[in-house]
């Protein structure tokens, strides 16, 4: 069964600082993966999406992760913070054979320090 | 473009009373997923519909917990009845492409 793992509950960073946010996942096969963003009061938001080829994807407001089969990480970062980043961070694995489930990390509260 | 559309938005109700959750997914996605977001246990997933047919519904928590969807635009959660550990955040989501969910805004249930 899929599994996602998010060591880091809460991070707090400067605003223009760097940011990494860590992802484990348990799956068998290669798994589909996916960084999601929730505001507050908000639903979630795709960031960005790994299905296969290049390990480093970009996705949007900035932010890019690397894929790292040997070690089943899948880590969000982003090069400068700004104090709109803040919010929670989810880390999702899914596969096409499972008909489209998406299972989610606990999620990484992000508070940005100005 | 209309996103995925829930409502209500918010529904406080006492224990032991039927509650009814909707959601019109975004128009030609084929796949609806049921989230239920606490503080204790994060996001949930309690079934997920491909093409209208349930495909799983592991996640969902007891006889209680019911959901249908009769057509390609409309799905609907119930809980009957209600309980006070039934409060949370649920959400619901579709997809065209693997993993890639829009989400509503949620619907947020108090139960007194």
């Known amino acids: 069964a899929q599994s996602v793992t998010q060591p880091d509950i809460h991070i707090t960073v400067s605003e223009g600082a760097s940011l990494e946010l860590r992802c484990n996942y348990s799956?068998?096969?290669?798994?589909?993966l996916f960084w999601y963003v929730q505001s507050p009061g908000q639903g979630l938001q795709l960031l960005l999406k790994y299905f296969s080829g290049d390990t480093l994807v970009q996705g949007i407001k900035g932010f890019e992760a690397e894929f790292k089969r040997s070690q089943s990480s899948f880590n969000l970062r982003k090069p400068s913070v700004h104090w709109s980043d803040a919010a929670e961070y989810f880390c999702?694995?899914?596969?096409?054979?499972?008909?489209?489930?998406?299972?989610f990390g606990p999620g990484t509260s992000l508070s940005v320090i100005p | 473009d209309a996103g995925v559309i829930q409502s209500p938005r918010h529904e406080v109700t006492e224990m032991g009373q039927e509650v009814t959750l909707r959601c019109k997914p975004i128009s030609g996605h084929n796949s609806l997923f049921w989230y239920r977001q606490t503080m204790m246990r994060g996001l949930e997933l309690l079934i997920y519909?491909?093409?209208?047919?349930?495909?799983?519904d592991s996640g969902m928590p007891e006889d209680r917990f019911s959901a249908k969807m009769p057509n390609a635009s409309f799905s609907t959660l119930k809980i009957q009845p209600s309980e006070p550990r039934d409060s949370a955040v649920y959400f619901c989501?579709?997809?065209?492409?693997?993993?890639?969910?829009?989400f509503g805004e949620g619907s947020r249930l108090t139960v007194l």
């Open positions: 989501a579709s997809s065209l492409f693997t993993g890639e969910l829009f």
């Open positions: 519909f491909n093409n209208n047919v349930p495909i799983d």
């Open positions: 999702a694995v899914g596969a096409e054979t499972s008909y489209d489930k998406v299972i």
């Open positions: 799956y068998g096969a290669t798994p589909y």
